[in-house]
């Protein structure tokens, strides 16, 4: 698969079907992007497990946190990795060994995130990669609450208004 686009359809039924997700990088900082992500996933109803092996033993967001992956509780969606594109490829790694056991489905790089020789590997073992994207913003476009707060919805715009 190609990773310069993705069709809503894909990314629809990934968001749809995977609602658990063990969050690579989660941090405790309430204004780290992870922190954001963890919290908006968890009001639209999904369960995050943080993987943090610096904050391992104590919780976020009312989850605990995990050193790694293997620790992490089953079953489990979907990964979705928060650190940089060089760290991915052990986490995809880790993940792609452990899917047999622990039902993950999904590889989900956040924004900025690239691997292919990573997400190569991991759709060779069977799952599906997401790569240089965010599931809350996807999953408030694809919802259209970004319409909501104003963003393309016509309402404001820096257009001269003809009478």
């Known amino acids: 698969m190609g990773h310069d686009y993705y069709s809503d359809a894909y990314l629809r039924e990934i968001l749809r079907d995977c609602r658990v ?10 204004n780290r992007p992870s922190f954001f992500v963890m919290k ?4 639209k109803g999904y369960r995050v ?19 790694r992956l293997a620790d992490v509780p ?7 990795i ?27 790089m ?3 995130v690239r691997n292919d020789a990573a997400a190569a590997r991991a759709e060779a073992a069977g799952l599906k990669v997401v790569m240089n994207r965010c599931p809350k913003i996807e999953y408030g476009r694809l919802s259209g609450e ?12 820096a257009k001269k208004k003809l009478v």
């Open 49 to 67: 497990i943080p993987v943090n092996p610096v904050a391992a033993g104590k919780e976020i967001l009312g989850e605990p946190v995990y050193a």
């Open 146 to 157: 970004l319409g909501w707060a104003g963003v393309n919805s016509g309402i404001i715009s």
């Open 82 to 108: 928060f650190r940089n594109s060089a760290a991915a490829a052990a986490i995809v790694d880790e993940a792609t060994a452990l899917a047999p056991d622990t039902g993950f489905k999904v590889i989900w």
């Open 74 to 80: 089953r079953p489990v969606d979907m990964v979705d």
């Open 110 to 112: 956040q924004l900025g």
């Open 40 to 43: 908006y996933l968890q009001a």
């Open 21 to 30: 997700i063990a969050m690579v990088g989660a941090s405790p900082n309430w």
